[in-house]
């Protein structure tokens, strides 16, 4: 093994520590070399791992024995290098420490719980051994080539410690090297997830000679009988046929795939069969296009439309499909040609987005309410006088069954009419029920002038004066009652609606725990009564501040 002469570099310690630094570089590709000028904060590389831990590495020109003075040092590079505050720091040495100096510096993780390993003389002749030009410079370089050097290795890191301007540029500069690769392909690099390279091909143009495409040519192989295997089968065949999506193939499913492309690509030849993703993408529809979707009644007539546009496209084998949706975004439509069979196929689904008035989803869920079993649907393009489809309404058209898109729509509806009656708007609230519904209901009736009535039923009374139970001992049973509250409030989603002063009579039909009520009182000062309300408008409700006479 190959050794470096440490102790003729201990009278050069700028050669010995970039010496070092360097091996590190080599060893840890991740790692950055800090500039020393002005001190260097009790480090010379730092990296951060994968896990985004701070590693601070020192290096040292001493030889021979760690003595105090060295000790000194080393307190006081921990010292500063504290102040990063790292999760580990290791000091690179050509001294193999004997079990003194061992002793001292494991002794130093009570006070710097930082310090990790002592890389020592052993250590770094193994390591150095594996890079022979290192070993060349240690022999023959003199310390301004050595630090030529290691600047050198770290020129790519520099110009990103330096900031977004100088990766740009140099960004750039090789973007644009790359361009000129081919002319019919532009090449985009950019890092996956675990951090690999990956590199784009990208066509510059939509028309390139059939000589100059990349094509592939092998084997997709899928199982008979297996149902993982056949729903890829349908996601394959379905993206080949009409794009608009993308299907990833692993590798077990791939044969003696070869690539054909330019030769400037350089990429042709047979291909590991490690995975396959295809991508068959969306493009935009300019401009958009305009169709109405009519829902007739068996007579023919219509009875609800709305409005669609296409905004995207896609194109495969077999045909191709366009996407789009409704004014409000609430239904999203595909239009699918097949050009083969002459056949189109249209697929409307509902997306409620995240925040919406209520009064978005009414068209949609109005046209969803009249998409009965024996009424037919249409497809009419803008300035077109036919349909460019129509077929019949099967049984599960829609994923919200007629009857229930109704009562929404009607709920929905009520909310709007709700919300511009109190000048109080707000977007449907998350975990909004039909039960909620009834709700605006009532508070509708209340401000047209109307009265809510509910009917039978338990309800408690808390009562906090004596003179009260006695009251209920003594009257005659049914019983009516009234109260007068400041202000009702209704709560949509902590949405908080005040519709004022409201009455409320209470018809009693008996009460069940009179006795037991009297004993509580007695005991604690008040007492919960149980009434059971009368069969026919238990209780009323309208809004005002005097009760009945």
Known sequence: MVEVPWGKLASQPKVSEALIAMLVLRLRPQAFPVDGAGGDGGRDLFEYTEHSELINYEAKSFAGRMTKGRRRQVVDSLVSTARHQPDHWDLLVPIDANPSEQQWFDGLRSEFP???????LSWLNTQIAA????????????????????????????????????????????????????????????????????????????????????????????????????????????VIRFGGDDVHLPGEHLRD???????????????????????????????????????????????????VRFTQRSTGTSGGCLYGADSTGVFEARLRLDALAQRMQFRMTFVPPDLAMPSAYVPALRLMAQMLPGRSMELVMRDR???????????????IPPEEARRWADAFDDLARLQSLTGHFFPIPDGFTLRDARDVEDALTLLNGGRTRSHGGTAS??????????????????????????????????????????????????????????????????ATVQIQLAQDDSVVRYLGSKPPA
């Open 114 to 120: 930082f310090v990790r390993h002592w890389r020592g």
């Open 131 to 238: 890079f022979p030009d290192l070993v060349r410079y240690s022999l023959h370089s003199t310390s301004d080539e050595i630090l030529r050097h290691i600047a050198e290795s770290r020129a790519e890191r520099d110009t990103l410690m330096r900031g977004v301007p100088d990766f740009a540029e140099r960004y750039a500069a090789l973007a644009a090297r790359a361009q000129e690769v081919s002319p019919h392909y532009s090449l985009r690099a950019t890092t996956a997830l675990d951090g690999a390279p990956v590199v784009e091909i990208v066509p510059k143009t939509r028309h390139i000679a059939t000589e100059e495409l990349i094509s592939f040519s092998g084997q997709v192989f899928f199982k008979e009988g297996d149902a993982d295997h056949a729903r890829l089968r349908r996601r394959f065949e379905r």
């Open 257 to 307: 795939i070869t690539v054909n492309a330019p030769a400037a690509l350089g990429i042709s030849g047979p291909v590991a069969p490690g995975e396959l993703h295809i991508s068959a993408p969306r493009v935009p529809l300019d401009p958009p296009a305009v169709a109405s979707v009519i829902v007739r009644a068996e007579s023919g007539l219509p009875v609800a439309s709305l409005q």
């Open 385 to 399: 006088d036919r349909p460019e489809l129509s077929e019949p309404i099967p049984d599960s058209v829609c994923l």
């Open 461 to 526: 009374l808390v009562v906090v004066r004596r003179e009260a139970l006695d009251r209920f001992s003594a009257a005659a049973e049914p019983l009516r009652m009234a109260a007068v509250y400041e202000c009702i409030a209704y709560d949509f989603g902590g949405n908080r609606i005040d519709l004022g002063p409201m009455v409320e009579e209470i018809r009693v039909e008996r009460f069940l725990n009179l006795p037991q009520a009297l004993r509580q009182f007695e005991e604690e000062g008040e």
